[in-house]
């Protein structure tokens, strides 16, 4: 998404650039699964994993596996750099995309892992939240050079967007996090309260996609209300929710797979329709 609108800002895309890019993420966001799985062994062994939360569960059947999965996260974060490197020196760029880089690698690394531990200490959103500006903030670096004014606003909305993903994904493990003593903010304030900033959430991103426009920063061509009616998609969701309150495990499980579903169709759309601009 970063990179599609980069491009509707008339930067030249390069698929070399784009590749790289992309492989630069794809190792981060690898390597979090595996670090994830290692710090918070004790964690997932009070928690049963479903098709979004929990874990893989892979180190708490084996064990045997867990320094494995800690050397592992560490190859694909050092490649992850390496590669940004190399991008910097090939493509010319400024040493603040290797920063850029080596910071969000090192948010994620400390989300779980001691001495910070954020997650345990009830800071762990930040790190998550974050993601819905450095996720699409790589992709419009690696193709504009750059990150502007412009992309920070269009971040806005992602960030509420991942604030969503967030409590989702935290809800379902509400009773083993705090078996576990992990302060996520369901933990410690529930459920009813993660489908309340759910809601809020979903409200945020299609006002936000509302009000951009008037920033007069963005082209013309990019109808900011189509962005806003995807956005309803999620939001629709939440009132439900907060309508239904499913506030036991397997009811609530239920609705927030419904959740990271419909937050994915909203990327996808969001993608689509930023390509059909580009294309035509």
Request: charged fraction near 10%.
């Amino acid at each position: 998404m970063g990179a599609l609108l980069a491009v509707l800002f008339n930067a030249q895309f390069s698929l070399s650039k784009f590749t790289i890019g992309y492989a630069i993420i794809f190792l981060s966001t690898m390597a979090i699964q595996y670090h994830n799985d290692y710090f918070d062994f004790d964690a997932d062994r009070h928690v049963t994993p479903t098709v979004i939360s929990g874990g893989s569960g892979i180190l708490v059947e084996n064990p045997e596996w867990k320094e494995l999965s800690k050397i592992t996260a560490i190859i694909l974060i050092s490649l992850a750099n390496v590669i940004s490197i190399a991008f910097t020196v090939i493509f010319s760029y400024s040493f603040t995309f290797v920063l850029y880089v080596i910071f969000s690698n090192f948010l994620s690394w400390f989300y779980d892992a001691p001495p910070t531990r954020l997650s345990y200490r009830g800071l762990g959103e930040f790190i998550t939240i974050s993601m819905g500006l450095l996720y699409p903030g790589l992709g419009y670096f690696v193709l504009m050079g750059t990150l502007d004014l412009r992309f920070f606003i269009f971040a806005v909305p992602m960030i509420f967007l991942q604030t969503l993903f967030t409590s989702s994904v935290e809800i379902p493990d509400m009773e083993g996090d705090i078996i576990a003593g992990k302060m996520t903010w369901i933990a410690s304030k529930g459920r009813e309260f993660g489908f309340r900033l759910i809601v809020i959430s979903g409200l945020l991103v299609t006002i936000s996609f509302l009000i951009i426009p008037f920033t007069n920063m963005f082209p013309a061509i990019i109808d900011f209300r189509i962005l806003a009616v995807i956005s309803l998609l999620p939001l629709s969701l939440g009132i439900i929710e907060l309508i239904k309150k499913p506030l036991d495990k397997a009811s609530a499980t239920k609705f927030c797979i419904y959740n990271l579903i419909s937050i994915f169709t909203a990327a996808i759309l969001i993608n689509g329709y930023f390509a059909y601009l580009i294309m035509s």
